[in-house]
Structures are given as structure tokens and as C-alpha cells.
């Protein structure tokens, strides 16, 4: 029997409010929603999907009366980044030693945030199993049914990150 560990960050960033200076300076940059393609980069076995989820998460958005997200490539940047990281370091958490926490490692990528969470997840087999997963668990559904408007997922071996955000 395979023991499936997940964790949803929704304490101090998921959705509180940041002071202005935090958050970066993309004001009206573009969102990328774009159709899914697959490609594999060399870093860790990632496997990087331009909307990876993004069609699970949506419904699972909208059997709740949600709206739909829209895909945001500097969020899956900071996914990218933080799977590179767990594989790297073998580390399945949101901070890993060493690594900067959630809001500073999505102000690296360039996002200008006022609101963000992340759910990580370990060795589901595809996307339906970690939404659905993630839907089943407290925690991560809060971060998926939130006021957010855009999210970035990526998968990296056996970790799954999404990263959702509420930019300005």
C-alpha cells in the first residue's frame, strides 16, 4: 500500500493581505493561459506542462461555484523551483533548508502578489488523483476554492506543486 503525503500551507501567506512593499512591481503584465503541451526538461525529470492541472483544478472550482483561474508562467516558475528544490535536497516541505519561504521565492520569479498559497503533494500518479487529493483535505481544498485568480503547477519526480496568487 503506497502512503501518499500532501500538506497545504494556508497560515501566514496563503491569504493574508501583504504591505505593499512586498510584492514586486508587475503591474498589468500579462497572465499566460495558454493549451496544454508537454515537454521534459533536464532538471530532476520534470516534467513541465504549460496548464498542468489547470483543467482539474477549474472544475473542482466549479462544482463549488467558483470561477475559473487562469495559468500564470511566473507561478509555475516558483513551483518549478521549489520541486527542483525537494528533489535536490530530498526534502518534502513548503521551506526547505536553506530556501527562501513561498512570498519571497514568487517575488523572485516577478510576480506582484497580494495573496498566494501552495499545495505540495507526493506520489500521486496524475493530476486528476492530486486534486482530487487536495480536494479531499481540509487545508488544500481552502487553497483551491480561494479568491485567488491565478495559479502555476508543475511536477518534478514524485512532487507536485501548485501555486496560487491573487496579483495587483
Known amino acids: 500500500m503506497k502512503l501518499f503525503i500532501f500538506i497545504a500551507i494556508i497560515a501566514t501567506v496563503s491569504a493574508t493581505p501583504v504591505d505593499e512593499k512586498e510584492g514586486g512591481s508587475n503591474i498589468g503584465e500579462p497572465l499566460y493561459q495558454t493549451t496544454d503541451y508537454l515537454y521534459v526538461n ?15 483544478t477549474n ?65 500521486y500518479p496524475d493530476c486528476n488523483a492530486v486534486v482530487n487529493g487536495w480536494m479531499n483535505s481540509a487545508g488544500h481544498r481552502e487553497n483551491i476554492l480561494r479568491d485567488y485568480l491565478q495559479v502555476g503547477c508543475h511536477r518534478a519526480n514524485q512532487y507536485w506543486t501548485c501555486v496560487y496568487g491573487r496579483g495587483r
Not at 42 to 56: K, P, R, T, V
Not at 83 to 95: G, I
Open 42 to 56: 533536464d532538471d530532476f525529470n520534470s516534467i513541465q506542462q504549460s496548464g498542468l492541472c489547470l483543467a482539474e
Open 59 to 123: 472544475s473542482a472550482r466549479a462544482r463549488n461555484g467558483k470561477g475559473p483561474l487562469a495559468w500564470d508562467g511566473r507561478l509555475e516558475s516558483a513551483a518549478r523551483n521549489h520541486n527542483n528544490v525537494m528533489v535536490a535536497q530530498n526534502c518534502f516541505s513548503h521551506q526547505c533548508p536553506g530556501e527562501p519561504n513561498l512570498g519571497t521565492r514568487v517575488s523572485q520569479v516577478g510576480y506582484t502578489w497580494t495573496s498566494l498559497g501552495e499545495n505540495i503533494a507526493s506520489g
